[in-house]
Nanobody, 120 residues
C-alpha cells in the first residue's frame, strides 16, 4: 500500500509562483516515473510534467519554460515549481508515480489532487 500526499496548491495572481509537493510513503522498493497531471472540469486529465528515475524530464508545451519538475529520491518526493502562472493554469493538479514493491511488481498510484487557482 502506498500513500501520496500532495501540498502547495492555492490561490495566486497571474504572474505569481507556486510550488507543489507530493510525498510517497509505504511499501516502496523503487520509484521509476514521477509525474504531474492536471484536470479542469469537463476536460481530460493532461500530463503537465514527468521525470524519470534518472532525472530526465518532459513537459507539456503549454508549461515549457515556466514549470520545473524535480525529485528527491531519498524522500520519495516530487516537486513542481510553477512560475509565471497564467489563469489557464487553473486546475486540480495530481501527482502520479510508477513504483515497484520488493518483489518487483509494478504499480501506478495517484495523489488526492490539489487545487491551483490563478486569478487575472
Amino acid at each position: 500500500q502506498v500513500h501520496l500526499v500532495e501540498s502547495g496548491g492555492g490561490l495566486v495572481q497571474a504572474g505569481g509562483s507556486l510550488r507543489l509537493s507530493c510525498a510517497a510513503s509505504g511499501s516502496i522498493f523503487s520509484i521509476n516515473a514521477m509525474n504531474w497531471y492536471r484536470q479542469v472540469p469537463g476536460k481530460q486529465r493532461e500530463l503537465v510534467a514527468a521525470i524519470t528515475s534518472g532525472g530526465s524530464t518532459n513537459y507539456a508545451d503549454s508549461v515549457k519554460g515556466r514549470f520545473t519538475i524535480s525529485r528527491d529520491n531519498a524522500k520519495n518526493t516530487v516537486y513542481l515549481q510553477m512560475n509565471s502562472l497564467k489563469p489557464e493554469d487553473t486546475a486540480v493538479y495530481y501527482c502520479n508515480i510508477r513504483w515497484a514493491n520488493e518483489v518487483r511488481r509494478v504499480f501506478l498510484s495517484w495523489g488526492q489532487g490539489t487545487q491551483v487557482t490563478v486569478s487575472s
